[in-house]
């Protein structure tokens, strides 16, 4: 038998236990690896639910397999009935997910209404009371497209100075020239309902790894803001599930002042209201410590690597459930590719040996000795 973790047995009948061998569950769920012996050994398989919306988190210092993890998942989730992942991949490391039928978006854009006015604010360093704050919050409630916008703040019939007019479009301009901004962006409709021949989603992957920080927020922003509107407002064939990976790049760092991530609120939102309408979301990271308390409080499936950060096992014990006790910083795994899973559903924890990517891992560090060109030994 195989244990699916995030899954409990309910008054409904629901069985958190299937027989791989028999297919009268059509429920789906992820094969993620194998239960780990206290002598270093493999148990049971394990599988995690894809059925139900859930709030994950992956956490671990570098190189102990945190990307690795994520990529194992969205590896299950490509294959799926019912769902759609969307990979949000800072670091290009994920277009291997191609070769089992995912979309890579090399470029990937979206429209300018997709961020609030307020949030054009934010990603431009305005203060929204400010004269040119207030002309460019005026421009992206009145127009739909960036070129929209610029024609706006230049119309001297907005009454604002030439001054303000000029700073608001230099500011547009600067937006503009990150090429992270189309009329015919991603749209969440076309994300979550064209499905495979084999049924399936097939999902896509957003590479980042060519955007800085402030238009990689905005794109990250209109595509989560997207997908839960979508979800609240329709009833969208596939469920989404948002991967992010980086993610405390992404939620903002509280102990950087004056940093701002303008895809935080939108994150904030899919993770504290997110399952009601069907999208889940799961957050990767070396430094939950970056991350917002909420981000980890609301986590019901925590797949933990190594970590010795004491910031980052602060985090995890002031906002995690008091049934881990103590014992859950004494039972982090120190090997890569194991992880200590939290499973909130059955309020228990793990200790779980990740399965082998099928895929190509792109998130290994690069060596030196990889790189050397073979010479010639002198005779």
Request: aromatic share 4%; glycine share 8%.
């Amino acid at each position: 038998m195989t244990h699916v973790l995030g899954r409990s047995d309910d008054p409904d009948g629901e069985s958190a236990t299937v027989d791989p061998h028999e297919s009268g569950d059509a429920r789906p769920s992820a094969r993620f690896g194998r239960y780990r012996a206290r002598d270093g050994s493999h148990g049971a398989a394990v599988r995690l639910d894809l059925d139900r919306p859930h709030v994950g988190l992956v956490v671990g210092k570098r190189g102990y397999g945190k990307s690795y993890t994520l990529g194992v998942l969205a590896e299950e989730l490509v294959r799926a009935a019912g769902v759609a992942p969307v990979v949000a991949d800072p670091m290009g490391i994920f277009g291997s997910l191609a070769d089992l039928g995912a979309t890579v978006v090399d470029s990937p854009r979206v429209a300018a209404d997709a961020l609030a006015p307020g949030a054009w604010c934010d990603l431009l360093g305005l203060a929204s009371d400010s004269p040119t704050g207030a002309l460019v919050w005026q421009a992206a409630s009145a127009r739909e497209t960036l070129a929209g916008m610029r024609s706006f703040v230049a119309d001297a019939d907005t009454k604002a100075e030439r001054a303000t007019r000029r700073a608001a479009d230099n500011h547009l301009a600067l937006a503009e020239s990150w090429d992270a901004f189309a009329p015919d962006g991603l749209a969440p409709a076309a994300l979550l309902d064209s499905p495979s021949a084999a049924g399936t989603s097939a999902g896509t992957v957003l590479d980042l790894s060519g955007l800085d920080a402030r238009p990689a927020n905005a794109v990250l922003r209109g595509v989560a803001a997207g997908l839960y509107d979508h979800c609240v407002c329709e009833r969208p064939d596939w469920l989404p599930w948002l991967l992010v990976d980086e993610a405390h790049a992404f939620f903002g760092d509280a102990a950087e002042r004056g940093s701002r991530n303008v895809a935080a609120p939108a994150l904030r939102t899919a993770v504290t209201r997110g399952r009601q309408p069907g999208l889940s979301l799961v957050a990767a990271t070396q430094r939950p410590s970056a991350l917002p308390a909420v981000a980890v409080s609301q986590a019901d499936l925590l797949a933990a690597h190594r970590l010795t950060s004491r910031a980052d096992l602060d985090a995890l014990a002031s906002a995690r459930p008091t049934y881990l006790a103590a014992s859950f910083e004494e039972r982090l795994p120190d090997a890569p590719g194991e992880v200590l899973l939290v499973d909130d559903a059955t309020e228990s924890v793990h200790a779980v040996r990740v399965r082998e990517r099928e895929t190509p891992h792109g998130g290994a560090s690069p060596r030196a000795s990889d790189r050397r060109t073979e010479v010639d030994s002198p005779e």
